[in-house]
């Protein structure tokens, strides 16, 4: 690959999530940033790297709600330059 993209979006959810701790790696839906104007939801934040040409799908990740843009990309950028 000579380039990729990549981007970010974020999801809102509805209902109660009951968690007893144990999920370490886990994503946490809490409330986050909100592109559809929305804080008083709970948010998911998913990452996509695709390749610059065609534009396929070669990584994608989800986050919790309130991981911000840089600390995301940063994560899935040493992610795939690992592989």
Known sequence: MRGVNLDSTSLHVDGQYHTDGSEINAIKL??????????????????LITENQAGI???????????????????????????
Do not use: T
């Open 30 to 47: 809490v409330r986050g940033y909100s592109r559809d104007h929305r804080p008083e939801l709970n948010q998911v934040v998913l990452n």
């Open 57 to 83: 799908p070669v990584y994608m990740q989800a986050a919790s709600g309130n991981v911000n843009d840089a600390e995301g990309f940063k994560k899935s950028l040493n992610h795939i330059l690992k592989a």
